[in-house]
């Protein structure tokens, strides 16, 4: 590959003549070209991975890995005076995803691809994603996020359906992204469906409000529409059946064209439906098996039950969804009516009434996956064994032999060697680079007392800080405090996540520091994440931190030593930046509420310390490390569950603590609620006092007491920095290689393609 030569031939200018804009287009045409020469992954039996998000990311330096040409592009790039990073600001971020479950789904397809498994992503191909955020008067706004309006990955497979609703019916299109494994010769693809009559004009420029009345036009607009009203409701089912029934006919069909006679369906697709959001995939396969290839009911409800496979990652009331049986009737009324037979079968089986389908004339979904599917899996050790033996217990006592766990994993190809390619160098120079395809990096164990790889590692971190500065400082105009420890917290808002709990800590933190005890060397601690448009609460955290970063600059006695920083619209843009510069990782989840968690997994192969509860994947996380390179805190997960089964959980009581007291009321207090809004500061204070259901109080002394010995610890240079070595080292867990690995070993059954 001689990028000059190609620039020679294609804009008639020397590589060194080129913007970066046009760099970009040059390297996409490259990659564009590769991977279309590639064929796909192909074998008897495919898997469909269908999800509601997809949170690929940027590709352009992913698939410059993955195709093995990133170093040659990069020195080539250096060369001519051009920067890759910079090249890459070019490219749009797909507005495919939101959170966690968005980001496993894109590391999982990577991975799929990776290890030659005949398989696609299927999901939706939102115009709009779920919002743009911004941050005004210390509040959050939203916006349209749009990103189809620039060239991109997407290409159009000239493949469309028929999708009925009840009173009318809507033509899709179907779209696809290439999914390039690492140095592999073949390619799978992210299958994304799109309405044929979407009209991106019911779209204000600067709101995300539209009419939700309008299904021909609107079902792809948005990731999860505000559902605060029975029109937003209604439309997220209308959504969901336009994504699986699409999924359905394109599996139906590709199995036939691989000479599938339908009775051997099974033999042919397998299909992992992420969380509850694609359920319908199982009545609406038993519809077409039935409708339109005359196959009996029982015998398409034994095949559909022995072709999917289903993932639950919450035990959270809010996502194990319910939709009301009207909803499903005025939406599709064949689906609804196979869902009533199908809970029939279920009643006449189990006299339970837990386990039934429709309860009080709403549908369970979970419920219909356990019953119509042949796998449940969990996404971390503690998280199955919950479900095993609390939240999914009546049916894990009928059907013990469809459980597993499958602990969540990461791509080290984007969240290593992408991210942090000073690291992976090391590595290779280390290790060897074995690890690049195995993602075993144990081997970095004997050097945890070797002074010389200590120091490069500090160096990494102390480069990656400065890129992480650069990147706040473009974005957003924040100024990171020189040589300040780097604490973050980057998740999705949520009450359960906690991030309220360390805001407290940082008031706490605040009113020390006024007292005189200045901290061996400045702290910088980051948050980042969106909060639903309906879950006020989560707005009402997120303007508390904004206040709080404000309230902490503008005090020239602490803001030397004590920043606060929000990152606006968190995207894996960002999450490339900020990971491989963080010294403390922040995992501080109600235990038992967090299923897995995956940024702590890309935090500790960055070498961040963890400071955590023993919740989600954060157990294993401990097991691996050891007690010395973790820290950990809280009430246990059996601590938890019993709280709120018996009740006894008194947020009031703990308030009336003085030293907790103390920090809750200072967001009341009248000077600091006359810098922000005080209706939305003294509803948290409220909820905080009178409520609390996630329990940031409950643990909050503990996580204060903990925290402090992190940042005490962290002055002993070598001591740290050997915690940060062992972390890097024992991550090789959580490569999402072994994770799928583990789904097809005993859930999948592909045949791998050479």
């Known amino acids: 590959m001689n990028l000059d030569e190609l620039s020679r031939q294609k804009y008639g200018r020397s590589l060194a003549e080129l913007d970066d804009a046009t760099v970009y287009q040059l390297l996409m045409s490259v990659v564009s070209e590769k991977s279309a020469e590639l064929p796909l992954n192909a074998g008897k039996k495919r898997l469909y991975y269908i999800s509601a998000e997809f949170l690929i990311g940027k590709l352009l330096t992913n698939n410059l890995i993955n195709l093995g040409l990133y170093d040659e592009a990069k020195q080539q790039l250096a060369e001519a005076g051009h920067d890759l990073n910079k090249v890459e600001e070019n490219e749009v971020e797909p507005s495919l995803g939101n959170g966690g479950l968005g980001r496993l789904a894109a590391c999982f397809i990577d991975s799929m691809a990776t290890l030659g498994l005949p398989g696609d992503g299927v999901g939706l191909n939102y115009h709009f994603g779920l919002f743009h955020q911004k941050f005004v008067d210390n509040q959050q706004t939203t916006m349209p996020d749009g990103w189809l309006d620039r060239e991109g990955w997407l290409r159009d497979e000239n493949t469309s359906f028929t999708v009925e609703f009840g009173s009318f019916s809507v033509t899709s299109k179907l779209f696809s992204i290439d999914v390039l494994g690492y140095e592999r010769p073949k390619k799978n693809r992210l299958r994304l469906f799109d309405l044929e009559s979407i009209d991106d004009s019911l779209v204000p420029d600067n709101s995300i409000g539209f009419d939700k009345t309008e299904l021909k036009k609107n079902l792809t607009l948005f990731l999860y529409p505000d559902d605060s009203d029975r029109n937003g409701q209604l439309l997220r089912v209308y959504q969901q059946y336009f994504m699986v029934s699409n999924a359905a006919q394109l599996i139906v069909k590709e199995a036939i064209s691989r000479g599938c006679n339908l009775h051997d369906l099974a033999e042919y697709a397998v299909i992992q439906i992420n969380d509850t959001h694609p359920t319908m995939v199982i009545p609406e396969l038993i519809r077409i098996l039935t409708e339109d290839h005359d196959i009996a009911f029982d015998e398409a409800v034994s095949i559909v039950r022995s072709m999917v496979a289903y993932t639950n990652h919450t035990i959270l009331a809010e996502a194990l969804e319910?939709?009301?049986?009207?909803?499903?009737?005025?939406?599709?009324?064949?689906?609804?009516?196979?869902?009533?037979?199908?809970?029939?079968?279920?009643?006449?089986?189990?006299?339970?009434?837990?386990?039934?389908?429709?309860?009080?004339?709403?549908?369970?979904?979970?419920?219909?996956?356990?019953?119509?599917?042949?796998?449940?899996?969990?996404?971390?050790?503690?998280?199955?064994?919950?479900?095993?033996?609390?939240?999914?217990?009546?049916?894990?006592?009928?059907?013990?032999?469809?459980?597993?766990?499958?602990?969540?994993?990461?791509?080290?190809?984007?969240?290593?060697?992408?991210?942090?390619?000073?690291?992976?160098?090391?590595?290779?120079?280390?290790?060897?680079?074995?690890?690049?395809?195995?993602?075993?990096?144990?081997?970095?164990?004997?050097?945890?007392?070797?002074?010389?790889?200590?120091?490069?590692?500090?160096?990494?971190?102390?480069?990656?800080?400065?890129?992480?500065?650069?990147?706040?400082?473009?974005?957003?105009?924040?100024?990171?405090?020189?040589?300040?420890?780097?604490?973050?917290?980057?998740?999705?808002?949520?009450?359960?996540?906690?991030?309220?709990?360390?805001?407290?800590?940082?008031?706490?933190?605040?009113?020390?520091?006024?007292?005189?005890?200045?901290?061996?060397?400045?702290?910088?601690?980051?948050?980042?994440?969106?909060?639903?448009?309906?879950?006020?609460?989560?707005?009402?955290?997120?303007?508390?931190?904004?206040?709080?970063?404000?309230?902490?600059?503008?005090?020239?006695?602490?803001?030397?030593?004590?920043?606060?920083?929000?990152?606006?619209?968190?995207?894996?843009?960002?999450?490339?930046?900020?990971?491989?510069?963080?010294?403390?990782?922040?995992?501080?989840?109600?235990?038992?509420?967090?299923?897995?968690?995956?940024?702590?997994?890309?935090?500790?192969?960055?070498?961040?310390?963890?400071?955590?509860?023993?919740?989600?994947?954060?157990?294993?996380?401990?097991?691996?490390?050891?007690?010395?390179?973790?820290?950990?805190?809280?009430?246990?997960?059996?601590?938890?569950?019993?709280?709120?089964?018996?009740?006894?959980?008194?947020?009031?009581?703990?308030?009336?603590?003085?030293?907790?007291?103390?920090?809750?009321?200072?967001?009341?207090?009248?000077?600091?609620?006359?810098?922000?809004?005080?209706?939305?500061?003294?509803?948290?204070?409220?909820?905080?006092?009178?409520?609390?259901?996630?329990?940031?109080?409950?643990?909050?002394?503990?996580?204060?007491?903990?925290?402090?010995?992190?940042?005490?610890?962290?002055?002993?240079?070598?001591?740290?920095?050997?915690?940060?070595?062992?972390?890097?080292?024992?991550?090789?867990?959580?490569s999402s290689d072994r994770t799928i690995a583990e789904y097809n070993d005993e859930i999948w059954h592909l045949q791998a393609d050479k």
């Open 322 to 734: 319910k939709w009301p049986l009207e909803f499903l009737e005025e939406v599709s009324p064949k689906i609804a009516a196979i869902i009533k037979k199908l809970d029939e079968l279920t009643r006449a089986e189990f006299d339970d009434p837990a386990v039934q389908i429709i309860i009080d004339g709403k549908v369970h979904m979970a419920h219909l996956a356990i019953h119509y599917g042949y796998s449940i899996n969990g996404v971390a050790a503690l998280h199955t064994k919950i479900l095993e033996e609390s939240e999914l217990k009546p049916f894990y006592d009928i059907y013990p032999e469809k459980f597993s766990n499958k602990t969540n994993g990461i791509t080290f190809r984007r969240w290593l060697m992408g991210c942090n390619p000073e690291l992976a160098v090391l590595l290779d120079t280390l290790l060897g680079t074995e690890w690049r395809h195995t993602g075993d990096v144990s081997g970095l164990l004997k050097f945890a007392d070797d002074d010389e790889v200590l120091e490069q590692l500090a160096a990494i971190k102390d480069d990656a800080k400065q890129v992480m500065r650069d990147f706040l400082k473009f974005n957003q105009g924040a100024q990171v405090l020189d040589g300040s420890i780097v604490d973050v917290q980057v998740k999705r808002i949520h009450e359960y996540k906690r991030q309220q709990m360390l805001a407290l800590y940082l008031i706490w933190k605040y009113l020390d520091i006024k007292n005189g005890n200045i901290p061996e060397r400045p702290i910088t601690v980051i948050f980042g994440g969106k909060a639903a448009p309906a879950y006020v609460i989560a707005q009402d955290i997120i303007h508390l931190i904004l206040t709080l970063g404000e309230w902490i600059a503008n005090d020239p006695d602490v803001a030397p030593y004590l920043q606060v920083i929000m990152i606006e619209n968190y995207n894996v843009t960002a999450a490339e930046r900020i990971i491989p510069a963080a010294d403390i990782s922040e995992q501080i989840s109600l235990a038992s509420k967090e299923a897995s968690g995956t940024s702590n997994m890309k935090f500790m192969l960055n070498g961040a310390v963890t400071l955590c509860t023993i919740d989600g994947a954060n157990v294993e996380i401990a097991e691996l490390v050891g007690d010395d390179n973790i820290y950990t805190f809280g009430a246990s997960s059996d601590e938890v569950v019993k709280l709120y089964a018996d009740g006894s959980y008194n947020a009031h009581a703990y308030y009336l603590k003085p030293g907790i007291k103390l920090l809750v009321d200072f967001i009341t207090n009248p000077q600091f609620m006359a810098t922000g809004n005080a209706e939305r500061l003294q509803r948290l204070h409220d909820d905080l006092t009178s409520k609390d259901w996630f329990m940031a109080l409950l643990d909050l002394e503990e996580y204060i007491q903990e925290k402090e010995l992190v940042y005490s610890d962290y002055e002993d240079r070598k001591l740290w920095l050997k915690k940060s070595l062992v972390n890097i080292a024992m991550a090789g867990k959580f």
